[in-house]
């Protein structure tokens, strides 16, 4: 009886470092549009402005709309652009050189959740990675972006993203 406990310990001590990073991932909305919408008038209008801000310039690319969706005193928090609706608009431009396309019909990242509270509003992603032990094999974890909106423009943002980091959550 003490060797099968003891081999069963063993085979359990065996597999824990996998199991131990098992985990859900994450789940994409069917209809990520209507995640962008909230009865609440206000909040509606923050969703929308932040939903144009995914769709027409990080998907589409039409950083000469910008002015229209985030004011010139825009406050940066991702580490690798400066603050400014100008540096903003540069760093997708002349450092990503993100080129226009056409803009289309709905976004296509991978939205897990939309929520809006007071003047902000966060878009959860869902993100799939490389296993650094096991670069042939990724795992599911979750990106964030978050904006304040105020007067019908983003005024601040932030996101987890390290310097030089671009990922891709389409």
Known sequence: ???IILAAALSLAAIAPSTSRAQEAVVVSDNP????TSPDPKLNA???VVYK????LLEAGHWDKASQY????????????????KPVVQYFTEVLKVQPK????????????VVAEGDLVVVTYAR?????KDPSKTYSTTWFDMWRIKDGKAT???????????????
């Open 70 to 85: 985030i004011a010139d005193d825009y406050i940066q928090h991702n580490p690798n652009a400066k603050s400014g609706l």
């Open 46 to 48: 923050n969703k929308q």
């Open 128 to 132: 799939t990675a490389k296993d650094p």
């Open 1 to 3: 009886m003490r060797n």
């Open 156 to 170: 601040e943002h932030w996101d987890p993203a390290l310097l030089n980091e671009a990922p891709d959550l389409r």
């Open 53 to 56: 801000i995914i769709l027409e």
């Open 102 to 113: 056409p803009i289309p019909g709905k976004i296509s990242m991978k939205v897990a959740d």
């Open 33 to 36: 549009d209507v995640l962008f």
